[in-house]
């Protein structure tokens, strides 16, 4: 047996038999309405004497007999709703006036940023006021009599399914909600209403786009006027040409890079693998013209999401991304020949200076990183 409450009827609880859609009463306790199975004779509801299970006495609410009292809590309802509804909007006008910036001290907590503490406010009322809008609605005017429905085969008979369209019905009836529009409207004001903080989180909190942000690293910045060195990372050594020996790799990072503003940031987007193959391994015009006699640097960032590509296959010349097994032709323009990675990795112009360490001759030439929607 399940329970369930619907149904906005009075019930006279004196002895009788009841009929179909009646309260049945088990001696004593609360009023209970079996709903039946469809199944049996004529096609109607057959009405069961049961035991209570230990209820309480149904008890009458002030509303239920007291149409004034209704009203009241209609009203009051209404105004937890209307209250919801001005706390969304106090939330999306503090998301566009608050400053990010802003700083107010909690007590307890102490510093924090006021569109935190704002939005966290305003959303927390704004759901708060809706919940208890919906509990005090059920509580006061929605029917709270107790029902009982027997459990049946999984798909119900076609009588049972019209009579589900009915209890739908006679649910709609029973929250009143069809001859109380002042409920109807507010409700859906402040759950309409709600939607818009919600789009607001997931467009507005989306962050920067990333502009040429990827597209510019510490590689096209000159250093006095000249290209900038490539350092070993970490030991921040310059490195000559001749110190790369065949099948050597290097992780690589500009000249400089400790001095910048922001050097973990340059250090991200500037990363470099410097890997050295035979000449004749690499197929392509433009791969081989931009580096050294077979010596090539390529960005270490993978074009998928971002991770260092640094697991490089001698003999294969393939260049492994850890994170999605996205996989790089390291003869072909880092080409990618495996995984979810759409572009090839930007290529690092570079030559030998006077002194005989290896220099940028320019910068990427295109973002590094991964795919962004202002770039396919
Ligand atoms: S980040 Fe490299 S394959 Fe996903």
């Not at 919600?198 to 510490?218: E, F």
């Not at 050594?237 to 890079?257: A, K, M, N, W």
């Amino acid at each position: 047996m399940t329970t369930s409450f619907t149904g906005p009827e009075r019930h006279d609880h004196s002895e009788h038999q009841p009929e179909p859609g009646e309260v049945a009463r088990g001696g004593h306790g609360s009023d209970l309405i079996n709903l039946g199975d469809g199944h049996h004779e004529g096609g109607g509801q057959l009405l069961e004497r049961f035991e209570n299970p230990g209820l309480p006495e149904h008890v009458h609410r002030l509303g239920d007999d007291d149409p004034a009292a209704a009203r009241r809590s209609e009203r009051q309802v209404a105004s937890l709703f209307a209250v919801s509804m001005v706390a969304t909007l106090l939330f999306v006008i503090s998301y566009i006036v608050v400053g990010k910036g802003a700083i107010v001290t909690l007590p307890l907590i102490g510093p924090t940023k006021a569109l935190h503490v704002s939005l966290g406010v305003t959303l927390g009322i704004s759901l708060l006021c809706i919940g208890l809008g919906a509990v005090h609605w059920a509580k006061t005017l929605m029917s709270d009599t107790e029902v009982v429905e027997e459990r049946h085969t999984l798909r119900s008979p076609d009588e049972d399914r019209e009579g589900t369209v009915q209890i739908l019905t006679d649910a709609a009836e029973s929250t009143q909600i069809t001859r109380r529009p002042l409920i109807k409207y507010s409700l859906g004001g402040a759950l309409g209403l709600f939607v818009v903080p919600l789009g607001l989180q997931l467009v507005g909190s989306l962050g920067p786009l990333p502009h040429d942000n990827l597209g510019v690293t510490l590689w096209d910045r000159k250093l006095n006027g000249k290209g900038r060195r490539l350092m070993r990372d970490p030991e921040n050594t310059p490195i000559r040409l001749s110190d790369v020996t065949l099948g050597s790799v290097f992780h690589v990072l500009p000249e400089g890079i400790d001095d910048v503003q922001n050097p973990q940031d340059a250090k991200v987007k500037a990363a470099v693998l410097l890997v050295s193959m035979q000449e004749s391994d690499i197929k392509n015009a433009k791969e081989a013209s931009w580096g050294i006699q077979g010596v090539v640097a390529y960005s270490k960032i993978c074009t998928h999401v971002g991770c260092p590509v640094g697991l490089y296959e001698h003999t294969t010349h393939h260049l492994l991304c850890p994170c999605h097994q996205s996989t790089f032709d390291m003869t072909n323009d880092c080409e990618v020949i495996f995984g979810p990675a759409k572009r090839r990795l930007p290529q690092l112009k570079i030559s030998v200076n006077d002194a005989g360490y290896l220099v940028a001759d320019q910068g990427f030439q295109e973002p590094v990183g991964p795919s962004f929607w202002e770039r396919a």
